[in-house]
């Protein structure tokens, strides 16, 4: 099972930079009529300017509202999609810790760390026969925890560090990597001790997608999560 986003990317980043030149030109041309003072030219250009926004905004609304709220069970995969290519994210497992760091100065958590691990995978499947083999970066990531009352939890900074620390075979989510390679990366948070029904949400963290029609950052659409209950576990010696 997998579950992508934005779907049709090429088309809807298109869309997105087309309505962008378009309302750039139409004020460019509202400038002028207001320099000549020419009530057709402000005339034209507002209203095109106004068919333009309100156009793009009704559909970016209506296929948010439009969309489905989606929980991946363990071995999907999440797709971001991007012009060309695709990247593909599943949680390898899971692990929980009372404490993290070396056995003399252990770091104790507020609650407890919960460590999801996440496979990278560039799938040479979804090459665009004119891109080539060179290596891909991807985007910025932003990973959140949520239990099952709805909490969120943000990456614990300290845990990462001391985790990265123990275990430099956890490669960051911005590594770049070629066409058909992977890797894993273990995320950590604190969480409170009796804190349950655990989910990840693996999003991006580019503002703009938030005007990109069927994203899932886009406004007031629904997420892909990642069910962490039923993960497999993993010892801290395993990769």
Same mark, same amino acid.
């Given at each position: ?26 004020? %460019? ?35 948010? %509202? ?19 290519? !695709? ?9 929980t810790a009372s404490v993290l760091g ?7 958590? !507020? ?129």
């Amino acid at each position: 099972m997998s579950e992508s986003t934005p779907h049709f990317a090429p088309i809807v980043l298109l869309l997105f930079l087309g309505s962008i030149l378009l309302t750039g030109l139409c004020l %460019l041309v509202l400038l002028y009529g207001a320099i000549r003072r020419s009530a057709p030219v402000l005339r034209v250009s507002a209203a095109a300017i106004l068919t333009i926004v309100g156009g793009y905004t009704f559909i970016l609304g209506g296929v948010s %509202l439009a969309s489905s709220e989606k929980t991946l069970p363990p071995g999907s995969s999440k797709y971001f999609c991007e012009i060309d290519c !695709h990247i593909a994210y599943s949680v390898s497992g899971i692990r929980t810790a009372s404490v993290l760091g070396p056995e003399l100065q252990p770091t104790t958590a !507020h609650g407890q760390f919960v460590i999801v691990r996440l496979r990278t995978w560039f799938d040479p499947s979804t090459i665009s026969p004119r891109r080539g083999d060179g290596p891909l970066t991807p985007n910025a990531r932003r990973a959140t925890l949520l239990d099952s009352v709805g909490n969120h939890y943000t990456v614990s900074e300290l845990g990462h560090a001391l985790l990265t620390r123990l275990d430099p075979a956890s490669t960051a989510l911005t590594t770049p990597l070629r066409s058909g390679q992977s890797y894993t990366t273990d995320i950590v948070f604190d969480v409170p001790k009796d804190a349950h029904g655990f989910r990840l949400l693996l999003s991006e963290d580019d503002p703009e997608t938030l005007l990109v029609i069927g994203h899932e950052n886009s406004i007031l659409h629904k997420k892909i999560y990642f069910a962490l209950d039923s993960a497999p576990l993993f010892s801290s010696t395993t990769r």
